[in-house]
């Protein structure tokens, strides 16, 4: 069982920062994905930004310039630095992880969400 717990989430007036973080813990052995998604009220859930094994990383085009994807593979730990914050970006941001177990099985897991609101 592999758990994801996001953090850093707020209220933030239009133009701000904020950094969110999702740690992963449980019986790890790799992680070959890591992404960030949000849900704004009444829409489906997106991708804001991605990160896969082979290097790359992608992100949507509406936080292309704004937001940055890290990761600290030691710690397990995905983060989301969002800059230049809109109205727009409001919504429950949910961290996304693949990999496999210490036992080799493959999991795919979702935090439980945090709420991210930009508003003056």
């Known amino acids: 069982q592999v758990q994801l717990v996001e953090s850093g989430g707020g209220l933030v007036q239009p133009g701000g920062s904020l950094r969110l973080s999702c740690a992963a813990s449980g019986s790890i052995f790799s992680i070959n994905a890591m992404g960030w998604y949000r849900q704004a009220p009444g829409k489906q859930r997106e991708l804001v930004a991605a990160?896969?094994?082979?290097?790359?990383?992608v992100y949507a085009d509406s936080v292309k310039g704004r937001f940055t994807f890290s990761r600290d593979n030691d710690k397990n730990t995905a983060y989301l630095q969002m800059r230049s914050l809109k109205p727009e970006d409001t919504g429950v941001y949910y961290c996304n992880a693949r990999g496999a177990t210490m036992n080799r099985v493959p999991f795919g897991s979702w935090g439980q969400g945090i709420q991210v609101t930009v508003s003056s």
């Open positions: 990160f896969a094994s082979g290097g790359s990383t």
